[in-house]
T-cell receptor
Framework: GNSVTQMEGPVTLSEEAFLTINCTYT??????LFWYVQYPGEGLQLLLK?????DKGSNKGFEATYRKETTSFHLEKGSVQVSDSAVYFC????????????FGKGTLLTVNP | GAGVSQSPSNKVTEKGKDVELRCDPI?????LYWYRQSLGQGLEFLIY????????KSGLPSDRFSAERTGGSVSTLTIQRTQQEDSAVYLC??????????????FGPGTRLTVL
């Protein structure tokens, strides 16, 4: 079946530091890949997505590139802000069940001023 | 506020009681999803509705769990004879379609269920 593995948290950074959250997946074919973010006290929100190999999703300074050869979709941001503190979830939609999101366990990011 | 809403936001119940969780999707969204977020298991898919029918119930953990959707809108997730392992945050999401550009799933704030 489909699965997503993302780096264990928590991750603590200082403001303006570089962020990488690793995500790898297992799925047949070419799934669609997503990063969701859950800010404190709020619901899950889509941060960015990529639907085919070598696509780069980007939003709010965050980027992730769909790498088929390494089955990865790592999240990066060049300079984090305190307001980026949240839980980040990597997810995929498989080819055979294109309605169902399969999530990683989430990574808690805390950015200190 | 045109987002997905869920009620109650918090529910504390005693083991063995039944609970009902409600989801109001975004108006016009034909697809509706239930997920569960628990400490041990992360975020898991439970069930998916297209209109009023549920083509995929594969994620429901046991026959104590059921869900329905009426009028292509509101959905209710019912847990009978609750157990402590049912404690989790239950998330509802909706989307305009299930594939293509209109398939983004919009999530509600969740219902936090605690079974004592």
């Amino acid at each position: 079946g489909n699965s997503v593995t993302q780096m264990e948290g928590p991750v603590t950074l200082s403001e303006e530091a570089f962020l990488t959250i690793n995500c790898t997946y297992t799925a047949t074919g070419y799934p669609s890949l997503f990063w969701y973010v859950q800010y404190p006290g709020e619901g899950l929100q889509l941060l960015l997505k990529a639907t085919k190999a070598d696509d780069k999703g980007s939003n709010k300074g965050f980027e992730a590139t769909y790498r088929k050869e390494t089955t990865s979709f790592h999240l990066e941001k060049g300079s984090v802000q305190v307001s980026d503190s949240a839980v980040y979830f990597c997810a995929l939609k498989g080819v055979g069940s294109n309605y169902k999101l399969t999530f990683g366990k989430g990574t808690l990011l805390t950015v200190n001023p | 506020g045109a987002g997905v809403s869920q009620s109650p936001s918090n529910k504390v119940t005693e083991k063995g009681k039944d609970v009902e969780l409600r989801c109001d999707p975004i108006s016009g969204h034909t697809a509706l999803y239930w997920y569960r977020q628990s400490l041990g298991q992360g975020l898991e898919f439970l069930i998916y509705f297209q209109g009023n029918s549920a083509p995929d119930k594969s994620g429901l953990p046991s026959d104590r769990f059921s869900a329905e959707r009426t009028g292509g809108s509101v959905s209710t997730l019912t847990i009978q004879r609750t157990q402590q392992e049912d404690s989790a945050v239950y998330l509802c999401a909706s989307s305009l379609e299930t594939s293509g550009r209109a398939s983004e799933q919009f999530f509600g704030p969740g219902t936090r269920l605690t079974v004592l």
